[in-house]
């Protein structure tokens, strides 16, 4: 555009529209992947709030009083008291066990579908793997049943959990089949477009010193160059980069609607290339928190037939929110007295407890 003459009354502005639109693209192109990766990092951090993680620490000036306090708030050396429902803020040696028996859903680190029984005795070798490490209880897992307190022996990236987090964020990041075939074009086409602009360069040297130029061989030089530089333009798919993120973006959006929530746009191209999902022995994908979602009882008629009624709750995990419907309606569960005696044999056979943080 600096090099083009222009003609009298023609304005130069019409020179700039192509870079300019070229430049618009490119830019739209990395508006919609940033907002599209914030949202997905905004959501993630709303469903962290959901379940904040909290510790309840012993402290030695107040016998027998417990302070809550942030998990990341721990060090080692602390005493923590974990039951049932809750979650092992960190790695803790158990010092003293407050029921009969203690039982840990270890699944989240070690696969492992069955709860696992946990003591306070010494394992006689510390090399052992995490499987037997009966006298430890390790960050992120869940309480299954008991109550026990301990000492905090690691946070954060020292629990094994973090470990692991480690090892993968020390892992190269690949590229995913899509990106691989569109560095493998961009390549492939770089090549054949030089080849053949530097031949239409070439092939016009001897036009550089024609009188259209006015016989300047820098002039005609230019002026080929130019076109040179346009057939590139020409050939390189400028809007091809928007076009695949828009329709990942596309596909993001499509995915949320199924409450499904994607932080990396490339990680969409390479789901939709995934053939086997290999989950645990159950085949199932969960939040490995068991929730009733259906309750069933007997009610004698008129005729002292027994008639089944069934009832939906709703809700979801471990928060205490949720409503009885019959016949997708909502139900007051006093009205049956079948549901008062379910809701009293509940309360009674299970050591569960609300926890407001």
Not at 21 to 41: S, T
Not at 96 to 103: A, K, N, W
Not at 194 to 214: E, K, L, Q, R, S
Request: with cysteine.
């Amino acid at each position: 555009a600096l090099f083009e003459e222009h003609k009298e009354g023609e304005s130069l502005v019409a020179a700039f529209v192509e870079p300019l639109v070229i430049l618009l693209i490119l830019i739209a192109n990395a508006i919609v992947g940033v907002w599209q990766e914030r949202n997905a990092e905004s959501a993630i951090e709303a469903l962290k709030e959901y379940e904040p993680e909290i510790a309840k620490v012993v402290r030695q000036n107040r016998p027998g009083q417990i302070q809550r306090i942030k998990a990341r708030e721990l060090v080692p050396g602390d005493i923590v008291e974990v039951a049932v429902g809750d979650k092992v803020p960190a790695d803790i040696r158990i010092t003293t066990i407050h029921s009969t028996t203690l039982r840990v859903d270890q699944s989240l680190l070690t696969g492992e579908s069955v709860s696992v029984i946990k003591h306070t005795e010494p394992v006689g070798d510390a090399r052992v793997v995490n499987q037997d490490k009966k006298n430890t209880l390790f960050s992120g897992t869940n309480i299954a049943s008991g109550k026990c307190r301990g000492i905090v022996v690691g946070t954060g990236l020292n629990t094994e959990i973090g470990k692991i987090q480690s090892v993968m964020a020390d892992t190269e990041e690949e590229k995913t089949p899509l990106q691989q075939k569109l560095d493998e074009f961009s390549e492939q086409l770089s090549k054949v477009i030089t080849i053949i602009c530097v031949a239409v360069w070439a092939i016009n040297i001897g036009h550089f010193n024609d009188p259209v130029h006015g016989g300047s061989w820098l002039r005609g030089a230019i002026y080929y160059f130019k076109i040179a530089v346009a057939l590139a333009v020409a050939a390189i798919p400028e809007g091809l980069p928007a076009v695949i993120t828009t329709c990942l973006a596309l596909g993001t959006r499509r995915m949320a609607k199924k409450n499904a929530i994607v932080r990396s746009l490339p990680s969409v191209e390479t789901l939709g290339c995934t053939s086997v999902i290999c989950s645990d022995k159950t085949g199932t994908l969960t939040t490995n928190q068991m929730s009733v979602c259906r309750m069933f009882i007997f009610n004698r008629t008129n005729t002292n037939d027994i008639q089944i009624e069934q009832f939906e709750i709703t809700g979801s995990t471990y928060e205490p929110k949720g409503d009885i419907l019959f016949n997708e309606a909502k139900f007051n569960c006093s009205q049956r007295s079948g549901l008062v005696e379910l809701a009293e044999c509940a309360a009674l056979c299970n050591d569960s407890s609300l926890d407001y943080n």
